[in-house]
């Protein structure tokens, strides 16, 4: 046990293993997403969150660079937005019927990110992503989708992406048992930032394809920004064949900059999701465009429903994200800074342990991951997906778990930094994780 978090703990009454089992009893796996229990070597059960800080059950506090998978821009525990959510609570949280709220949530989402004009609210990624792609196929009259590898659009049958690389050079086959077995037929999928790939599937089934949908920044296979025009490209060859553009902005949306990735490389989409820093952690997505584009939705021919979508909770966490997000100009700037500064230090660190690692940042998202060997340059067309070394990245994560610092043990996750985590906070994980990338002892060794 490390004296950083040793001082820190209170009488231990139950640990992080014993809490684990006990829900596992009950919850299956242990947690309510496959995804999540995969990627947890070493149990750690949260009692409480705020800044970028976790407490877990044993009352040992930890430095948090994954917070939540992204959505807490201003650190956990917002005053500004929780206060807000909280004053709704008791005025009004779930009746099903609109409120001034509603306006209120669209218009800021419209005044950030301009090509979302009309919107409609759900209550994930995965259920925006559903209805924006039947929203496509009603336009188009059309049924194929386009993605790209190593893209994540939420755990929809139609949409879920292929699960290892070995499957197939070009279609997406059924990911997992259980899943209907022609559910995938219609979803095409190609290396990301390889133009001449889209182009020539395009040609080939140009006239069959209702959508093609990207994250405009790579974030759920490490970090891959866009290659240079490549987007400008992807919305050139959809405009030819009459696909759909669909930017899957669910984590870049209002993180990379405040009108998202299509602000900061200059392209816009005929659709958008946003969801993560929408709703400041409250569970809450949206997807638009134009007042053209939403119309079959308004005219009832295209379908979209959810009980709690757009519930008055969910409002009132959009309007205080955002109308902070509008009150601090600088804080792109900011973070961008943080995020320099974190890039730096951990290549100066990497270079110094000889240990080949990926790094890779698009503002306040950085993926960090220990490689089994070299990979392509960053952007670099046809980027071939990363190689990472899990069993040496996991085994990092928890020697630095063990010393105070959470980050993913899944190095496809990203970091997301936010307001909170201040250079002083940052140096000190950085030097536990840089120190523990050149004494590779076993997780668990005292010190
Ligand atoms: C880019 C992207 N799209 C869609 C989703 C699915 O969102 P949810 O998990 O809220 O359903 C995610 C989840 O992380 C995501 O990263």
């Known amino acids: 046990m490390s004296t950083l978090i040793a001082n820190k703990r209170l009488p231990a009454e139950v640990t992080n293993h014993q809490a684990l089992e006990r829900i596992r009893a009950v919850v299956a796996g242990g947690g309510s997403s496959n995804m999540r229990n995969l990627g947890v070597p070493r149990p750690l059960v949260v009692s409480a969150a705020r ?126 048992p259980g899943m209907i077995p022609e559910a995938l037929r219609y979803t095409l999928q190609v290396p990301w930032n390889d133009a001449e790939a889209l182009e020539e599937l395009l040609n080939r089934t140009g006239r069959t394809v209702a959508a093609v949908i990207l994250e405009p920044v790579l974030a759920n296979d490490g970090v891959s920004a866009p290659a240079d025009g490549f987007l400008k490209r992807v919305r050139e060859l959809t405009t030819r064949h009459g696909a759909l553009l669909i930017f899957d902005e669910v984590i870049s949306g209002f993180r990379v900059a405040a009108g998202g990735a299509q602000a900061r490389y200059g392209v816009s989409p005929d659709l958008t999701v946003v969801s993560k ?128 610092v959470y980050f993913h043990p899944n190095p496809r996750e990203p970091w997301f930094l936010s307001t909170a985590h201040t250079r002083p906070i940052l140096d000190k994980a950085i030097d536990v994780i840089v120190d523990e990338l050149r004494n590779k002892r076993p997780a668990g060794t005292a010190r």
């Open 51 to 176: 800044g970028c800080h976790i407490t877990d059950v044993e009352g040992a506090e930890l430095i948090d660079l994954n917070m939540g998978y992204g959505p807490h821009i201003f650190g956990y525990n917002d005053q500004d937005v929780l206060g807000r959510i909280a004053a709704q609570m008791q005025r009004a949280h779930m009746t099903g019927l609109p409120s001034d709220l509603d306006a209120h949530a669209a218009e800021l989402i419209g005044t950030l990110v301009r090509s979302m004009e009309q919107v409609r609210f759900a209550n994930s990624g995965t259920e925006a992503v559903a209805s924006t792609l039947r929203l496509a196929r009603a336009t188009t009259g059309r049924n194929h989708v386009v993605t790209f590898e190593g893209h994540y659009h939420g755990w929809s049958e139609t949409i879920i992406r292929k699960v290892a690389p070995e499957l197939g050079p070009r279609e997406v086959r059924p990911g997992a």
């Open 277 to 404: 820093v929408l709703g400041g952690g409250f569970p809450v997505a949206a997807f638009g465009g134009s007042r053209q584009m939403m119309a079959p939705l308004a005219r009832n021919e295209a379908l979209h429903a959810g009980v709690y979508a757009g519930n008055h909770l969910a409002m009132s966490a959009v309007t205080a994200s955002l109308e902070k997000i509008l009150a601090n100009p600088s804080l792109y700037e900011s973070l961008e800074q943080i995020g320099q500064h974190v890039e730096q230090r951990l290549r100066d660190g990497a270079a110094r342990s000889s240990t080949d690692v990926t790094i890779e940042r698009v503002g306040s998202i950085v993926g960090f991951g220990l490689l089994e060997d070299g990979l392509g340059q960053p952007g670099e067309a046809g980027r071939p997906r990363p190689r990472f070394a899990m069993q040496a990245h996991r085994d990092l994560q928890m020697r630095c778990q063990d010393r105070g």
